[in-house]
């Protein structure tokens, strides 16, 4: 899958087919004695905490953008808790009231970034 000069390439091709694989997986060029450790490594089906199966290559990004359980923190409180339970966990948080520091009325944690615009 390289440029190869004209007079290289049949002693490279000789050597390509000697010693180099093409994945069946993600067809990638992989030297024949790491092809078995590539698909163990790169392509043998793992589950993640949340049940999904998914290829090993793949988990990683999963879970760190696209699971449910993947930890996050809530903006009001700073806990951490798993992402399906944020939202839920957030309407109940952002109803709490903090004093504001300058009028002194109870405003909503939600509100309390908008409040500086409408502060008396």
């Given amino acids: ?5 004209a007079v290289n390439f049949i002693i490279h091709e000789i050597h390509c087919r000697r010693n180099i694989e093409i994945c069946p997986y993600c067809s990638d060029s992989i030297p024949k ?3 078995k ?3 163990e490594s790169e392509h043998v089906q793992v589950t993640c905490k949340c049940r ?3 290829e090993s ?11 449910p359980l993947r930890p996050v923190l809530c903006q009001f409180c700073d ?3 798993a992402f399906d339970k944020l939202q839920e ?3 109940y948080c952002g109803a709490r009231t903090e004093p504001c520091g300058r009028c002194g009325r109870h405003v909503l944690l939600r509100e309390l970034q ?3 615009r409408v502060c008396g």
Avoid: F, G, R, V
């Fill in 1 to 5: 899958k390289k440029d190869i000069p």
């Fill in 33 to 35: 004695s790491e092809m």
């Fill in 37 to 39: 450790n590539h698909i």
């Fill in 52 to 54: 999904m199966k998914m």
């Fill in 57 to 67: 290559s793949l988990l990683k990004d999963h879970e760190a953008s696209s699971c």
């Fill in 79 to 81: 806990i951490q808790l």
């Fill in 89 to 91: 966990h957030e309407l």
């Fill in 114 to 116: 908008q409040h500086p």
